[in-house]
């Protein structure tokens, strides 16, 4: 099975960073997944590893080691628009299913 | 266009009716799924096609009943609804479901469901 932790809530200031972290065990592992979820809406994607290392997309950057089974989602220059949830997926052994923690809410304040 | 759309966006009924979801993909994409959403927003896969294939199969109660009549299409029929049933559920699609970054899910905007 498979058993993904993050923190439940994250409370920052705008244009500052906050790290998101999830740890995760999986029987197989194909591929790391970060969703942001604003209330209400549907999740989007924002980034996906498979190598470890960092991978960087504009004010998002996630990071993968496999060996600790540990990703972080880091966002920099916080903005108010940031506030939501940020979900964690992993797609383990059977490649066609990705499992979700239970999300961090993160809020954004002046 | 809206590349994965669901309808309805809201449904409210009463215990023990029968009612039915709808889901189209414009993405020409070959995989998709059904995720429930409670109340404390957990994100659980139900089902997953490929190409109208069943292949992902949770363990859902047997009242919830899946159908893709073609690979842009995927329905939820939910028989003898319960006060349980109530969350938001969610159809997404991928390109594939095998590895790589086309895994990425992309979902339709969401169907809440009360039940009474």
């Known amino acids: 099975g498979q058993n993904i932790d993050q923190p439940t809530e994250m409370t920052a200031t705008e244009g500052a960073i906050v790290q998101i972290n999830c740890t995760y065990q999986?029987?197989?592992?194909?591929?790391l997944f970060w969703y942001q979820q604003h209330a209400g809406e549907a999740p989007t994607f924002l980034s996906y590893?498979?190598?470890?290392g960092l991978e960087e997309k504009g004010r998002f950057s996630s990071f993968l080691s496999r060996s600790k089974g540990y990703s972080y989602l880091l966002l920099k220059e916080l903005q108010m628009k940031d506030s939501a949830s940020y979900l964690c997926a992993v797609r383990g052994a059977n490649a066609g299913k990705s499992t979700f923690g239970d999300g961090t809410t993160l809020t954004v304040k002046p | 266009d809206t590349a994965v759309s669901q309808t309805p966006k809201y449904l409210v009924t009463q215990m023990g009716n029968d009612k039915s979801i709808k889901c189209e993909q414009n993405l020409g994409h070959d995989t998709m799924y059904w995720y429930k959403q409670d109340s404390k927003k957990f994100l659980k896969i139900m089902f997953s096609?490929?190409?109208?294939?069943?292949?992902i199969n949770e363990t859902v109660p047997n009242r919830f009943s899946p159908k893709s009549p073609d690979k842009a299409h995927l329905n939820l029929h939910i028989n003898s609804l319960e006060l349980g049933d109530s969350a938001v559920y969610f159809c997404a699609s991928s390109q594939t479901p095998g590895g790589g970054a086309s895994g990425e899910l992309f979902f339709g905007e969401g169907s809440r469901l009360t039940v009474l």
């Open positions: 999986t029987s197989g592992f194909n591929g």
């Open positions: 590893n498979v190598l470890d």
């Open positions: 096609y490929n190409n109208k294939e069943l292949i």
